[in-house]
């Protein structure tokens, strides 16, 4: 450890100092304007710390973490992600919940947690990024404990979290076994000729991880948990939760050339085609919008899967903007969702939305950029996202994978599309059953407007996006 | 004067529309109308500054090429040809029409209505004019949404149930010419070692064998379902039937023609030798949805369903025009499209008046409406005509052409679709006697054309007298077209003469020139 390291780590080190501070004021002086502004600045210096670090080589610290190209993308994406979900959480905690302030701490810690997951290279670090974001994500998706559904979801996300970082934990503990190593590279030198139990320790790892992703069939507790969470920690698991586990796990297979062990590879293959299928069709049953996003987040991580099987830089890249595009696509969606709930609980049911282009015309014009680019519509981010996996897709010539993501975003179009046709339903259709509408706080406004200028932007021309992705990411290899 | 502008416009337009403030939505429409008539001089504009006599100018009259995104080679490759030229004019004139259309009809949310109907507008004419096929799929897929919220706002009863299936059947399609599309992109990146979405790099190298063969479904299947042909025409009729009126206008006049334009454009000349071993079978899939749609006409009593159902059969022809093989047909393909947005777009008009006069489609709660509306009727009867294929209409050239064309190669497909007009014929005289012979039925009492409605339904009989005597300027627009299609069949024999037969999944690079002309694909 040299004081270069310490600059390096800067980042995490100021999330890491933050909410111990943050903690001891609020024990003084609880107001929750001070403790929103000062997570965001910390945020945002943490944001500043790392862009102006430098990127250009890889910085290895000790054998924990790794600061290179690849980490500085996805840490900068998560800590963006966490500054949009403070900022809508403000007027949400606001307007639903009386003890405020103690949120963001542990906002602040789920959001070191990921960035220490994605920038990790031993399994010591992986672990213990995963458990930081995991248990701080238990105390937030409860958060609200008068209400009887956010507290079974976060003891639902416990137990099922739980059974994952166990498997998690025995899968580094086979290959640990194989290969005698904790630390990525090293693993991968071994990894060459190894065996049967190296090959069922990497699976094992890949259940645990898979229970984060919510891979079918480790995907039971998302619907629960989306619907139980309050709608900004909704947002923050479907973003910053999936984005870390996705980026590591990306990590993990790339450099462990994933195309050298078929078995591996024809597994992912199945769990893929399982995702997008089984996200897809139970999306098109649900009436609450919040476990409708959850399983079209399933499917969604099914999509992602075909770039990281493409195992191409093509592929990194299509990864890197697919998940800029689905970040903000759903803190969009998420956003608009807290914006309508009240404290007699979030609004969830699509009756909720009906004819709401009349009542609120622009939250439902957000709104539905939103789902257009879920849907994948062009435009919108999610059309270009969608466009770079399939190109990734064809490009590795995986036809199984690629013809399952047409048929599933077809069947996906389906359930996007009747959000839609509610909100713009003609306003004489139960207009009246609805209670009076509260003006847009400003925040949240804000936040919104800017989301999806950001969405239609990236996706009308995406070509500094596309560059700064190729320039960190696919330094990997 | 770029081509971006024809574009631009009708999106600012749409913009301009939906910030437009609700107690003076009216303004909406004019600002509609503004744009499409600025869109129509620039066209005009520059159409006539590109203009020479034909056989002297090139197939490309004007282009135009901007770095979007380089990543990936793509680029805002726009250019226009003559069969542009003819698709454009039809999008502008037939917007005209679904503005002035919609003037009493649609009451709610006007603003919102002409945002949607404006975008659709500049989706069509990105897809007549992008030469980039990156490109070509955005504007493809950009015609979508706004045509869903025109049928899923402001249409009938079964609204929701026809917009999402008109939806989802097109984006299935349109998913599996993406697919075709990026396949296509890496053959030929592999074969030329540069990756580009340009048509004009991209149709350098032929993709023939198996490759070729199953890029090219992919292409025809996203192109079928917007024709529509058997069996994915489903989403037509309730589409059709479900829409406000403009939206039908739009619908059969413009979405129908872009599956068409996008088989000229792409299927027939980046894959000559798998269009050759497909003819028959499309053109029998043609020929059964000539019979089948026009079978099913007859059997409506709902006024727009059996409009509805008279595009498959009429489309059908279109399709055996461009299969066949034959500039003729080909030639009588590109007027049938036009003469089919005319006459069907006309159709649409009328019985939307009706319907706004009357709150019905059921042709049985009606008959004997001459004596109530004479000028309706009389304008009525000349689109029936239209659609029946009477001599001296537009509709008759473009089926005799397609049939004469195409009877060198597969004449008994020609004789089964020559009982196609039969079928037409029937249909298109029971749709009047039922409307407007015999009896007044019911107690109705309603006003003819108004003069708006008059100078709106005049101009179509103009056109379609015009093209049924006199199409000669649209066979020599559209001649340039024709041509370089022919050429390509010519380099792919070439090639196939002198390198033997394509190897299986093989990508061919053609660059030679061709000095002379097929005489068998030059008009008579």
Redesign the interface.
Known sequence: MTYADLGRLAPLLVLFAAPVVLLVIIAFYRHHGFTMGATLATLAASFVLLVTGGHAESFRITDLLVMDGYSVFFVALILVAAMVVTLLSYPYLEATTKRKEEYYPLLLVATLGAAVLVASSHFASLFLGLEILGISLYALIGFQRERRCCVEASMKYLILAAVGSAFLLFGMALIYAETGSLEFTRIMQSAKGAGLLFLLGTATLIVGIGFKLALVPFHMWTADVYQGAPAPVTAFIASVSKGAAFALILRFLTELRIDQFPTLGLALTTVAVLSMFAGNLLALMQTNVKRMLAYSSIAHVGYLLVALLATSPLGMIAVGYYLVAYFVTILGAFGVVAVLSGPEGDAEQIEEYRGLSSRRPWLAAVLCAMMLSLAGIPLTAGFLGKFYLVVAGIGSALWVLVISLVVTSVIGLYYYLRVIFAMYARPEENLAALPECQKIPVLSGITLAVLSVVLVLTGVYPGPMIDIIRTTVTGLR | MTLEWLIIIPLAAALVNLVVPREQEGVARWISLAALAADLVVLLLIGGGNWSLPGERGLWMVQSNHQ?????GISLQFAMDGLSFVMLILTVLLGVASVVCSWTEIT?RVGFFHFNLMAVLSGIIGVFLSLDL?VFY??W??M??PM??LI??WGHENR?YA??KF??FT??GG??L??GI??L??VHGNASGQYTFNYFEILQVQVTGRAGFFIMLAFIAGFAVKLPAIPVHTWLPDAHTEAPTAGSVILAGLLLKTGAYGIIRFVLPLFPSSVAEIAWTVNLVAVVGILYGAVLAFAQTDMKRLVAYTSVSHMGFVLLGLFSQSAMALQGAVMQMLCHGISTGALFILVGMLQERTHTRDMTRLGGLWDLAPRMSGVAMVFALASLGLPGLGNFVGEFLVMVGAYKTFPWLVVAAAIGLVLATIYALDLMRRLFFGPLKGSWSFADLSLREAVLTIPFVVAIVALGVFPGPVFRTVQPTVDSLAKAGKELHQVQSSLGEPSGNGAVVVKQSITSREIRWRMP
């Open positions: 979007w995104i380089p990543q990936l709610e990156f955005f504007f897929e950009l979508l949404v869903y919220f899923a706002i929701k917009a999402t939806f989802v984006q299935a998913l599996l993406l697919a990026v396949a992109y890496f």
